[in-house]
């Protein structure tokens, strides 16, 4: 198998593909990308043919920012008979792979995949069962052990192929399934709690995101990202001239400060957190951002970066390294990490960490 299948946001395949060639490129594998554009999807043809299997082991999968899931896929499957879909598949993956932990029959996340999503539960079953008689699959599931995945891009037409259980996305289709929490202000609340997620590890979540913490949330109004911060018990100031929802006030753990979110200074440099979704320039906020966590007024930050309409890979990456270099400058170290997260729109959204400072004289709050 020497392809790398991607799964992205329909109308961001140009962009996932600029990433992974880039990215390969720094990995020394070379190939090219096959982009359909509203696909969902990109295919990254390696020119040898066991680069696939490495870029899809050691290209860290949290570092790609356009990307939903990465696998290594075979040539497609063509025409699969209607009265044996199971044995052509079993045989694509036959001395590739054995004791997988999972299977997840899939489909891009368009109009079309979702019309083939009833099929793709329908054929999982029967699938499961002959990949397991072939000792391809375990009998139980397991996180440990790569991830089957059989991609339906037609009826009848499909990628075969796996990823790494400690280099992939977790989600089916690479996205987290939320509900909406009724009690939200606004369907943006979805980013901040999928931004979650996707950048804290679910066993940090407590010392993270815990109890009594204080935050700050630039651009809050109506409140769907306090509403998760309060949701988490923290203390927030929310920054914003506009109207917040009386229910949030109502918690008495949101103070409002009818501000500029540029001009806003906390009193204390206390805040675990900052989350910004003010809708400006993405190198304003990105500069913004980059001011608080080397100020010290926060531990960790996120925020979204509002896309153009053009070269939206590299307005991307200029910011991050505006942020990575204003950190080095800083002597801060810290991580940083951006994702178009299956609820972000024409958006990417950043999470930035402060792990030690190392300017003389400064220290954590935690020494
Ligand atoms: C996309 S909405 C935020 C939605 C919010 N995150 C939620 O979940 O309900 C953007 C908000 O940013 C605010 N905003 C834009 N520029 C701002 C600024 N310079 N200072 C403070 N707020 C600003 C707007 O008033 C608007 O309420």
Known sequence: MNKVALYCRPG???????????????????????????????????????????????????????????????????????EDRV???????????????DLRVEAPDTNEGKELLKFCRKLTVPLRAALRKSGILLSYESDKRPVIHVFFIASGCCYVGYSYSNNNSPFYMGIPRLKFPSAAPSRSTLKLEEAFHVFIP?????????????????????????????????????????????SLMDTGQVTHHR?????????????????????????????????????????????????????????????LELLRSQLKENGINGEIHAKQLYHDREEVTVHVRRIWSAVPGRRDERD
């Open 12 to 82: 961001f395949e140009k962009e996932c593909a600029a990433e992974i060639v880039a990215k390969a490129a720094e990995l020394e594998v070379h190939g090219f990308p096959r982009v359909k554009e509203n696909s969902g999807y990109v295919l990254f043809e390696c020119y040898q043919f066991e680069d696939a299997d490495k870029l899809v082991r050691t290209l860290k999968f949290n570092e790609l920012i356009f990307a939903r899931q990465i696998m290594v896929v075979g040539e497609l499957l063509r025409h699969l008979p209607q």
């Open 87 to 101: 044995s052509p598949i079993v045989g694509m993956l036959t001395g590739v792979i054995e004791n997988a932990g």
């Open 202 to 246: 679910a066993d940090e979540w407590e010392e993270r995101l815990g109890s009594g913490m204080q935050a700050v949330d630039l651009g809050a109004c109506p409140g769907g990202w306090t509403y998760q911060l309060v949701q988490h018990s923290m203390m927030v100031h929310a920054v914003d001239n506009g109207e917040m929802a009386q």
């Open 259 to 319: 501000v500029d979110g540029f001009k806003f200074e906390p009193v204390r440099n206390n805040n675990s957190w900052v989350v910004c979704d003010m809708v400006e320039k993405p190198a304003r906020i990105a500069q913004l951002m980059a001011d608080w966590v080397v100020k010290g007024w926060c531990r960790e930050a996120i925020f979204n970066l509002k896309l153009p309409m053009k070269k939206r890979y590299e307005e991307v990456c200029q910011n």
